[in-house]
């Protein structure tokens, strides 16, 4: 007999622990959210009814396993129009948080900040700067940073004057079903290993998907990224970063970009509209000391997107659409590649493994640079035959998580 | 055994809840006047953070028997049972002190076996008690500042998990301040001025007095270089989150006492995921070019989104952004 109760006593008392704060709207709802958020006991779930919710102040997460759940991201918002202090509107320090079916509108800075997390479930999730596209809008819509099992997923970012789906310097992570419109940057990968982005939509803004890596950082060398059954489309969104930031540089109407990092497969993708470039693959083009970083792209994989129009209005204010557009005399490529790497391999070839593969892209056109031969003016500059780089597809695994029952 | 007049209630800070009001650990004798109990004693440091212009009143108490350890380059080790109290405050008037003063909050850090702990309490109205605020709390008030000008401030007594997020290092929570090369200073303690160093060794607070650290410079005292002034500042006011072991290491911006690489304190070095905080500036430090410098944009703004450090600042401080002005100016670009 004891053997049948056992299961039953555990399972019963596991449901005890546990338990559900409900929130509500009304006075003093600042001081009741945070207060929820810190007295939290891991197991515990709060639950934020419907309403608009309207912050003066920052809130933070530092609990272990609690789920922050809401009636729905149009249905529950929390508003930090009249925010006064905190750089976020929601900042997560904490592992294996469930946040779903909210929305953080009009933070000051970043929407929701997770750092650190070992275990981070973003769900139905609205991050959104309700004046359309400005550079005094916050950077980042969902940004989990430093963090390892990231998924987003079902989330809509709009609005962010940096990335609206930022994952930075963090490990296995999943971005799938999401949205991304009217952000500088759709969603952007960097400095991250093991990611899966897939069946997103990236449009109108000014760059869809990056996937990028940057020097003089504690987690660098990016690699492992899929991208696929996406679509990056109508990304023509003038671009509205604060300069000084790295997005500042991408040129309105680009698809997709891999700056950096090794291993990254691009396929079953739509990539159309996109008014400079569908595709661009360059190396990171900063001067660096730092020994440790690689910035060229390497062992990149691009195979049966699906590329419609591009190229049609060129962004020639930023550096590298203006480099692209002289040398293709106005014919923008679908796929661009700047062909900068180690000098030994510009002479002497890159190692098999390491060489880019463009294969079974139907019409998509192309263009690489030759950068010796442009920087000593000789005649073959650039190469626009695709088939030059057709090859056997090595497939990446599929980035593997345990995601938490039930959510 | 000695008698002790007035002893701390030892079982308050290791309870595994935090006492509704302050008044329950005992620390005081009067708390009002901030009188401190037998074996808790006052210190200051050297250069210290900057809290919208607030005043602190810094204490320390080791339980009986016992010692805080001295560890290089970090806080005394402080053992079980420690507790570091320090109280925010504004004169009504600072040009005379005699007027008195308004107590803002006193915030707790409790060496407990699961760790350091930290929590603020809010004091009320009549500056009888000060009431726990987990959730922290808004405190508009004013005072005269030394120009005889009426300053207003939006005072945040900082949550709990605001405490954690400046105290924390590798993610565990620690106290920032008592190191020993910040509190290498003479104080007055009624009887005489003396070293806190030796002071705090014949109370048997501390195991020894170090040699081997070097003494962080005032950032106020001008007879020292700008250089010194200004990282003292910087690691005071920035490094606790600002270096590898910190909640900002993924900015690769490291502003503690021991940065060294001119790239990671933000010479030439390009924002990362700064957003507007850039202020449409292209590097960190710009040298010789203040203006140019993303760091002192952020000192001087107080804009939630741009402002450094990111909490516990409402207001400029303006000596402290025209040493760090200074300073940048006098480097050669």
Request: hydrophobic content about 35%; some cysteine.
């Amino acid at each position: 007999m004891q053997r049948l109760i056992l299961p039953f006593v555990l399972f019963f008392s596991f449901i005890c622990d546990a338990q559900i704060v409900s929130i509500s709207n009304g006075p003093n709802v600042q001081e009741k959210v945070q207060e929820a958020l810190i007295l939290a006991k891991p197991g515990d779930t709060i639950r934020l009814q419907e309403g608009f919710y309207s912050f003066s102040d920052g809130l933070s997460l530092d609990v272990d396993n609690v789920k922050v759940i809401g009636a729905g991201m149009d249905k529950t918002v929390l508003s930090f129009a009249n925010q006064q202090s905190g750089a976020q509107g929601l900042l997560v320090t904490s592992s294996k948080v469930i946040l779903k079916d909210f929305a953080i509108e009009d933070a000051k800075g970043d929407a929701l900040k997770v750092i650190g997390a070992d275990g981070i479930y973003m769900i139905n999730l609205r991050t959104e700067w309700t004046g359309g596209p400005k550079s005094t809008n916050g950077a980042y819509g969902l940004y989990p940073v430093e963090s390892k099992d990231v998924l987003i997923d079902g989330c809509v970012a709009i609005g962010a004057s940096d990335a609206g789906i930022y994952v930075g310097q963090s490990e296995n992570i999943i971005v799938r079903n999401s949205r991304a419109h009217y952000n500088v940057a759709g969603i952007e990968i960097e400095n991250s290993y093991y990611a899966d982005v897939y069946d997103n939509v990236a449009s109108h803004n000014t760059g869809g998907i990056l996937v990028f890596d940057l020097p003089d950082l504690p987690q660098q060398g990016g690699h492992h990224v899929r991208v696929f059954r996406n679509q990056a489309v109508d990304n023509n969104t003038d671009n509205f970063a604060p300069e000084g930031n790295i997005v500042g540089e991408v040129p309105r109407g680009t698809g997709i970009i891999i700056q950096a990092n090794s291993d990254v497969e691009v396929f079953d993708n739509d990539i159309s509209g996109n008014g400079t470039v569908n595709l661009s693959i360059v190396t990171y083009g900063a001067e660096t000391e730092d020994e440790n970083y690689y910035p060229h792209p390497k062992s990149i994989q691009v195979h049966g997107n699906r590329f419609g129009n591009g190229g049609f209005d060129p962004d020639i204010d930023k550096a590298v659409a203006s480099i692209l557009f002289e040398l293709s005399e106005g014919n923008m490529p679908d796929i661009f590649w700047d062909g900068v790497l180690p000098l030994t391999q510009m002479i002497f070839g890159q190692p098999d493994e390491e060489k880019l593969i463009l294969a079974d892209n139907g019409d998509a056109s192309f263009l690489a640079i030759r950068p010796i031969k442009y920087m000593l003016s000789l005649p073959g500059i650039t190469s626009t035959d695709i088939e030059t780089y057709n090859g056997p597809i090595r497939p990446l695994a599929p980035v593997v998580m345990d995601i938490p029952q039930g959510i | 055994m000695s008698t002790q007049l007035w002893a701390v209630n030892d079982s308050k800070i290791s309870s595994t809840e935090f006492p509704p009001v302050l008044s329950e650990f005992e620390f005081f004798i009067d708390q009002t006047q901030q009188l401190p109990a037998d074996n808790v004693h006052p210190y200051e440091l050297v250069t210290t953070l900057f809290s919208d212009y607030s005043y602190k009143s810094r204490f320390v108490y080791v339980p009986h028997g016992k010692k805080g350890i001295y560890q290089e380059d970090w806080v005394f080790d402080f053992p079980l049972g420690s507790a570091l109290i320090k109280t925010f405050y504004y004169p009504i008037d600072e040009r005379n002190l005699e007027l008195g003063s308004k107590l803002l909050e006193t915030r707790v850090l409790l060496h407990k076996e699961t760790g350091w702990e930290a929590v603020s309490y809010a004091w009320n109205e009549e500056q009888t008690e000060a009431f726990i605020k987990i959730a922290g709390k808004t405190i508009n008030t004013s005072w005269v500042n030394h120009k005889g000008i009426k300053r207003e401030v939006r005072y945040r007594v900082p949550n709990k998990n605001q405490c954690k997020e400046c105290h924390s290092t590798n993610d565990v929570i620690s106290p920032i301040g008592p190191k020993a090369r910040n509190l290498d200073k003479d104080l007055n303690y009624g009887d005489g001025s003396k070293n806190q160093l030796a002071y705090l060794l014949q109370k048997g607070v501390i195991d020894s007095i170090p040699t081997n650290f070097q003494t962080i410079s005032d950032w106020e005292d001008e007879s020292q270089s700008l250089e010194d002034r200004s990282r003292a500042y910087l690691a005071i006011n920035c490094g606790h989150c600002h270096t590898p072991s910190g909640v900002a290491n993924s900015t690769g911006l490291y502003l503690d006492f021991n940065e060294v690489r001119p790239l990671h304190l933000g010479i030439n070095k390009s924002p990362v995921a700064t957003g507007r905080g850039s202020g449409n500036l292209n590097y960190s430090i710009v040298p010789g070019k203040a203006h140019e410098s993303i760091l002192l944009f952020r000192m001087i703004s107080t804009d939630p989104g741009v402002m450094m450090p990111e909490s516990g600042r409402s207001l400029v401080h303006v000596e402290a952004s025209n040493l760090i002005e200074e300073w940048i100016n006098s480097m050669d670009n």
